[in-house]
């Protein structure tokens, strides 16, 4: 026993981890590191092309509804909710609980939706357990399916949400804002939009996340491909045949390329490699592939449970993977057996775990990390034929370092003679596009149709993410505000842009499960504005104090986040291997302690009842 003269406890001497490795753990830290430096570039995020200018054909038209010609609309209203995503309709369904009705939202979708009104190629499936993430399915009295819904229920489950709230009536669709002027004479926001309208109101909530604005490859002679061409989030469903389940039968004879590996890629690899004549999937950094496992909702299970249970099993899954204490698993699945087997082996209580130092867990927590990422690599041998091929596939790098993914048939896709891996090994990546084909590792492979997988405006700039002007108090545009990373109290309103709230995954804390992170946010906001009306005020905005130390606090605790982002390959999670940038990344900009200690602060705040970091006028 060794005693400890700090903090006076006594601990037990610990048997060195390293003794009983069955791997070499130094020459896979070498290997992690060697396949990083290989991605890492100077332009990082600046590598993209932004869908605007000659690039905006990717991305505005809308392939699933006409845009129809209107006439300008001049609307005053209360509330302006911008996005009738799962932000837009949980905001705007908390919004009438509470009493709020002159509500109108706008989205330049066709539809209620959002990330899964664009987002409806072949295999597009919501890889979260169901009964947790289709929102309001009590209030709705809608059940799922299956445990893990497919894009046309998830959909039409967004559209039931609208309809359940009268939300029809409300929405401006196909119509892009523009601008948002904060007027201080008469206290109200006048809003621009690409129809010509004329919007004035007295709130805005912005609700319009990333995911639907997609972003391509910077990859030399993009725009001299003469083939045709899109991006995964507006699929072209008249030139390859068939629907979200795939039957993709007007690839027969043709030889497509899909660019990317990530979640999006993993979903539709499968169908393009059935169909097609011949398929190449380019990859710079492979996905974590585990097993899915989807299976029909049980009718029984179903009718037993008691209301309240999705709030219920939203909270445990939320406990689960953020290392939190809990008495049972309710989910169970591949998410939450991945944060137990990471996160709860370091746990307090653990016997391993009692008196290690600091360093002993994080090496603790490498183990287990390596272990399990070892189970993901030793799946693909098991899966794929040709070595060469299955070692291709093979991620280096830490669990959370890109999104684990979950799929059953991406793997055994490459055992197809008609579907060919091109691995580029991170640099220098695709070459040259050319009028005819992709040219990578100095062979140029001829194609038809490049399928971009390369996702979403997640990290880039404010100004790419939120394509559109907010200018606050004084005409002050909230992305200069912004310069230096985002400030925002809770994640949600920012000193200088009254009335203004943000809905999202920044300085919040974050969930897995995505949707309930932003109910939950749905509730603070409706909190809020309550507030404003109980006390008469015109005017809501945080006080230069409570934004200070709501950013503090958050790179205070994200101090961990960011030496773990550091030592990972490039992407959307690290800035592109730029964590040292002034702009803070996904994850390093969260409140790291998770959605439920963020839920647990957010309520005693209101328990405390002063609204404190908020000034209401
Ligand atoms: P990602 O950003 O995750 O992936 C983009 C892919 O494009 C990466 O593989 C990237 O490689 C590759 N890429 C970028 N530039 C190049 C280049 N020059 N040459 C070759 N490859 C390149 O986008 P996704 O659309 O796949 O996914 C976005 C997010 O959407 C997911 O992370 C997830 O959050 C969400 N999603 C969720 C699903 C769900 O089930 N809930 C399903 C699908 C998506 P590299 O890694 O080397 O940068």
């Not at 309709?89 to 664009?118: C, K, M, P, Q």
């Not at 969260?590 to 602060?601: D, E, Q, R």
């Amino acid at each position: 026993m060794s005693s400890d003269p700090v903090n006076n406890s006594t601990t037990a001497p610990q048997p060195d981890p390293l003794n009983s490795l069955e791997f070499d753990l130094s020459a896979l830290r070498r290997k992690y590191r060697e396949e990083r430096d290989r991605r890492l570039r100077e332009d990082g995020e600046n590598q993209f092309i932004h869908t605007t200018g000659e690039f905006s054909r990717f991305k505005d038209f809308d392939p699933y509804a006409k845009r129809m010609p209107r006439d300008r609309l001049t609307i005053e209203t209360e509330i302006l909710i911008l996005g009738g995503g799962f932000a837009g309709l949980s905001v705007a369904g908390r919004l009438i609980e509470a009493g709020f009705h002159d509500i109108r939202l706008v989205d330049n979708a066709g539809d209620f939706g959002g990330t899964w009104y664009w987002n409806r190629y072949p295999g597009a499936q919501c890889d979260i357990d169901a009964y947790c993430y289709l929102p309001l399915l009590e209030e709705t009295g809608y059940m799922p399916r299956e445990k893990y819904s497919f894009a046309p229920e998830i959909q039409a489950h967004a559209r039931r949400i609208a309809g359940h709230y009268g939300l029809y009536e409300k929405a401006i669709f196909h119509t892009s804002v523009t601008a948002m002027n904060w007027d201080e004479d008469h206290l109200v926001w006048n809003v621009t939009t690409d129809r010509g309208d004329d919007v004035r109101a007295r709130c805005i909530v912005c609700g319009s996340g990333p995911g639907t604005t997609p972003k391509l490859p910077g990859i030399p002679g993009i725009d001299a491909f003469q083939g045709h061409s899109f991006h995964t989030s507006r699929w072209d469903f008249d030139y390859t045949g068939g629907d979200n389940q795939g039957n993709l039968f007007k690839l027969a004879d043709k030889r497509v390329a899909v660019i990317g590996t990530g979640a999006s890629a993993i979903q539709i690899v499968p169908h393009v490699g059935r169909h097609a004549k011949h398929l190449y999937v380019f990859q710079r950094t492979p996905s974590a592939l585990n097993p899915r496992g989807n299976v029909p909702t049980d009718p029984d299970w179903a009718g037993s449970l008691a209301p309240g249970w999705q709030r219920t099993r939203q909270r445990n899954f939320n406990d689960v993977v953020a290392g939190l204490p809990f008495d049972v698993d309710l989910v169970n699945d591949g998410w939450t057996d991945m944060f137990r087997t990471l996160q709860n082996s370091l746990l307090a209580g653990n016997a391993a775990v009692v008196g290690q130092t600091p360093e002993q867990l994080a090496l603790l927590s490498e183990i287990v990390d390596a272990r399990k990422q070892n189970t993901v690599r030793d799946r693909i041998d098991a899966i794929v034929k040709d070595p060469q091929t299955a070692e291709a596939l093979k991620p280096w790098y830490r669990t959370f370092c890109k999104r684990p993914c979950f799929n059953d048939e991406y793997l055994p896709t490459f055992n197809r003679p008609n579907v060919t891996l091109v691995d580029t090994s991170g640099r220098p990546g695709i070459e040259r596009i050319t009028s005819g084909g992709i040219t990578a590792n100095g062979v140029e492979y001829p194609v038809d149709c490049i399928i971009f997988a390369t996702g979403f405006e997640f990290s880039s700039d404010y100004r790419h993410r939120m394509p559109f002007a907010v200018n606050g108090r004084g005409g002050r545009s909230l992305f200069d505000l912004w310069a230096n990373g985002r400030r925002t109290l809770h994640g949600h309103s920012t000193h200088g842009v009254p009335n203004w709230f943000f809905i999202g995954n920044s300085q919040v804390g974050l969930s897995v499960n995505y949707t309930s992170m932003l109910d939950d946010q749905a509730r603070l906001i409706g909190y809020i504005l309550t507030q404003m009306r109980e006390r008469g005020a015109r005017v809501v905005e945080a006080t230069a104090d409570g934004e200070a130390n709501w950013v503090a606090e958050i790179r205070d605790k994200a101090a961990g986040a960011s030496l773990f982002l550091e030592e990972c390959t490039p992407g959307y999670f690290n800035n592109e291997g730029q964590v040292k940038n002034a702009r803070a990344t996904l994850t390093g900009d969260s409140y790291a302690p998770g959605v439920n200690a963020f839920n647990a602060l957010v309520s005693a705040w209101i328990e405390h009842g002063n609204c404190e970091g908020l000034a209401f006028k």
